[in-house]
């Protein structure tokens, strides 16, 4: 069974502190595996988007990693920001099924004062 | 403004009772979805269209029903709700199918069945 999980499932940090959600995956073979933030009561917005070549893509203080050999990806965020509070789900994309996308639990970060 | 909208935004209905949530996209989208997301689950995908008139089951598509008479709209269609169906539900849409577009989606539906 395809499978993405996220860890940890929620996490607060001090504004402008660094943070690391982690990502791992089942999926296999994929085309591509993204990153997205989803503030409450919204829908999910595309941060980051990356092939299984790729080793890393930033967005701005978002920097995504992906190791293909170990299924593991992380999302980095650098100076957090009060705005940076909400919930970010990785989510796989299949090779072949146009539209096939597995999504992670996600993780839901609060960035507090 | 580019975007996706749903409508409603939040309903409570009652066991049986047909319910329409409708979606719409003004970007010229050939692929639309729905999903639903329920706490503890990631994301799944209920039904898609790969462009008018053309649709597919996606993960969970029992109680669902779907069309796409326009290209621009995508309702989805609940005959007899059930509790089980209380989610929130979100549709997307995207340029065409392939796994590179990107998908955008609507602020979501919450959605009550007593």
């Known amino acids: 069974k395809n499978q993405v999980e996220q860890s940890p499932q929620s996490l607060i940090i001090l504004e402008g502190k660094n943070c690391t959600l982690q990502?791992?995956?089942?999926?296999?073979?994929?085309?591509?595996l993204r990153w997205y933030k989803q503030d409450t009561g919204r829908g999910p917005v595309s941060l980051t988007i990356?092939?299984?070549?790729?080793n890393t893509k930033s967005n701005g203080r978002y920097t995504a990693t992906l190791d293909a050999d170990t299924k593991q990806s992380s999302l980095h965020i650098t100076a957090s920001q009060l705005s940076d509070s909400a919930s970010y789900i990785c989510?796989?994309?299949?090779?072949?099924?146009?539209?096939?996308?597995?999504f992670g639990t996600g993780t839901r970060l609060q960035v507090t004062l | 403004e580019a975007q996706v909208t749903q409508n409603p935004r939040y309903l409570i209905t009652v066991t049986g009772k047909k319910l329409t949530v409708t979606c719409s996209q003004n970007?010229?989208?050939?692929?639309m979805s729905w999903y639903r997301q329920d706490p503890g689950l990631g994301l799944r995908q209920i039904y898609y269209?790969?462009?008018?008139?053309?649709?597919d089951k996606g993960d969970v598509p029992e109680g669902y029903k779907v069309s796409r008479k326009e290209k621009r709209n995508f309702p989805l269609i609940l005959e007899s709700p059930s509790p089980n169906q209380t989610s929130l539900y979100f549709c997307?849409?995207?340029?065409?199918?392939?796994?590179?577009?990107?998908?955008?989606f609507g602020p979501g539906t919450r959605l009550l069945v007593l």
């Open positions: 997307a849409s995207s340029l065409a199918s392939g796994s590179w577009e990107t998908q955008y």
């Open positions: 990502c791992n995956y089942t999926v296999s073979p994929f085309s591509n």
């Open positions: 990356m092939t299984f070549s790729e």
């Open positions: 989510v796989v994309i299949h090779t072949g099924t146009a539209s096939k996308l597995t």
């Open positions: 970007m010229n989208h050939e692929y």
């Open positions: 269209s790969m462009n008018v008139e053309v649709t």
